[in-house]
């Protein structure tokens, strides 16, 4: 849209037509060969064919504030606290009244609508999503998201498959119409300010300019580019082109193939263990490195290769290293230079092990447990979660303590010599997930970080949430300094902190530590880097902040 006007594009990004307004629209819509126009306040949808004049389409008693076209041409209208469906032929199939969710004295209006196959699916300024039945418009249930930003920053739009993608600050959002749930989150480089998808792609639009491709199927990250010098303020897809409008109005086209090449990816250090004065690294192109600290550097004492996609590592007490990657564990005595390979059954999500056995997460909800001396699988749990593993922290005694990406039940305590949950607990917000675990060296509290942006401290034994902390990003990797009264975090900004506790509460403590991806702490504090270097945090801690030395 510019001012009064509908203009098309071709592929290239060049005018191939113009139609003059009556007024400034604020939102348009491909309507099968021809275009639905949104104009503020006003009671009917404008239907625009290139070279004729506007005709008034799905037309009401009150203003319209947001509509969305389905595949088939179904055209779903937000009126005040009502939605209707409507044909192509200008027909009203249904008209509804939103009732008020649960809890609430009165219903509120709609800020976006969209048809997702058998459901229409509606954005509340309330902040929930509202599911309609798009056979007959019966309410179906809500799903309620947090986040600080306000909703009406918040972008909504369908995938073929039944699910819709609301984007809200820097996160990209899967939600399943039919079960209204979850299915992914993906995070952004920065703020979302517009998104567009289609079954084969996401296509997020972030406030510093550039734009970002997911697949549609799977959430995994594919182009990454710069499109505009600023935020961009439209972005739509077509069968062959990607466009994108800044804010001086220019149009710019992207070819759509390049979309689905994957960005270059870096060897970052991916997972880290601490015991004693060593320390094990291990990044995603699974190499394995075991340093030892000393006057607060690390030398290297030994390195291994072969766990691709390294998930987690373990340091035994004799010095021996077992590491997880996508395909195999592998166990290496020191020197560490002839590794033992164990296969395992699925690709693990999250690792932890001890002296005696190995325990990988997976995609579907499971953990498998694996014999480290005999190098075999000897039994799996099936947690029923309905979503993958995420988080894995081995305990004292017979206890597990599994972190879930589910809307319910995230963390999960598992008594292994019985084989069963014992607790189930929801420490987070609705809708998103575990990240990180960490325990102290007692396993009296387990710290479970989130992406709705808090740290949970809970008593695993009571299956109970001690506290709650809110933290400015989401915490990926955290470790308990070996007294237990610090916590180290690493953030999914690269930064990291230290967080105390006290009686009166918490303060959190920035290091100033800048691209780091995971931390371990024992005898002393080690982060992990973007680029697959690691080094101790006495280079970046206040004196304040420092470990105190190892004690006997």
């Known amino acids: 849209m510019h001012d009064r006007a509908l203009v098309s594009y071709d592929v290239k990004g060049a005018r191939a037509g113009e139609q003059r307004l009556d007024k400034p629209a604020g939102a348009v819509a491909r309507f099968g060969d021809e275009w639905l126009v949104l104009v503020d306040k006003q009671k009917h949808l404008g239907r625009v064919s290139l070279g004729s004049a506007a005709s008034p389409f799905a037309a009401g008693k009150t203003a319209i504030g947001a ?9 779903a209208v937000a009126r005040g606290e009502a939605i209707e469906l409507w044909s192509r032929d200008d027909e009203r199939r249904w008209s509804t009244a939103r009732r008020p969710a649960a809890g609430r004295a009165a219903a509120a209006s709609f800020l976006e609508v969209v048809v997702a196959r058998d459901h229409v699916v509606a954005l509340g300024e309330d902040g929930a999503l509202y599911f309609f039945a798009r056979e007959k418009g019966e309410l179906l249930g809500a799903l309620r998201l947090a986040s600080t930003d306000p909703p009406g920053e918040w972008r909504l739009v369908p995938v073929d498959a039944g699910v819709v993608i609301l984007a809200l600050g820097e996160w990209l959002v899967w939600i399943d119409a039919t079960t209204r749930k979850t299915v992914r989150r993906v995070r952004a480089r920065a703020k979302v300010v517009e998104v567009a998808a289609d079954g084969e792609h996401v296509v997020a639009a972030v406030e510093d300019g550039f734009v970002q491709a997911f697949r549609a199927a799977t ?11 600023d935020a961009p303020v439209a972005i739509a897809l077509g069968s062959d082109a990607l466009f994108t409008m800044g804010s001086d109005d220019a149009v710019r086209a992207w070819d759509r193939q390049p979309l689905d090449v994957a960005v270059r990816a870096a060897s970052p250090v991916a997972a880290i263990v601490a015991r004693g004065n060593l320390a094990a690294v291990g990044d995603r192109s699974g190499r394995v490195r075991v340093l030892e600290s000393s006057g607060g550097d690390l030398r290297e004492l030994g390195a291994l290769a072969g766990a691709e996609g390294v998930v987690g590592l373990f340091l035994a007490k004799d010095g021996t290293l077992i590491a997880a990657g996508t ?59 309905d979503d993958r593993i995420t988080a894995l922290v081995r305990l004292a005694g017979a206890t597990l303590v599994v972190g879930t990406g589910a809307l319910d039940g995230r963390v999960l305590v598992v008594d292994v010599a019985d084989a069963k949950v014992v607790h189930r607990i929801s420490p987070h917000d609705e809708a998103f997930g575990v990240t990180c675990l960490a325990s102290d060296v007692r396993g009296r509290i387990v710290a479970s970080g989130s992406d709705d942006g808090s740290i949970a401290l809970l008593d695993p034994q009571k299956g109970r949430v001690l506290a709650k902390l809110r ?55 080690v982060f992990g880097f973007k680029d697959g270097h690691a080094e101790t945090g006495d280079r970046h801690a206040r004196p304040s902040d420092r470990p105190p030395a190892a004690r006997p």
Do not use: N
């Open 219 to 229: 959430g995994e990250p594919r182009a990454s580019f710069a499109a505009h010098d």
């Open 327 to 385: 395909r195999v564990v592998l166990g290496a005595k020191p020197p560490y230079q002839v590794p033992r390979p164990m296969a395992l059954k699925a690709p693990p999500t999250a690792f932890a092990a001890d002296d005696a056995y190995a325990f990988a997460g997976t995609q579907a909800g499971a953990v498998d447990v694996y014999d480290l001396a005999a190098g075999r699988p000897v039994t799996t749990y099936a947690l029923s979660s």
């Open 471 to 525: 933290v400015a990003e989401t915490p990926t990797s955290m470790a308990f300094e070996p007294s237990g009264r610090r916590l180290a975090c690493v953030f999914a900004d690269g930064t990291a902190s230290i967080v105390t506790f006290a009686q009166k509460g918490a303060t959190v403590s920035d290091l100033g530590v800048r691209g780091a991806t995971h931390v371990a702490w024992s005898d002393t504090l």
């Open 67 to 75: 509509f969305g076209v389905g595949r088939d041409d179904a055209v």
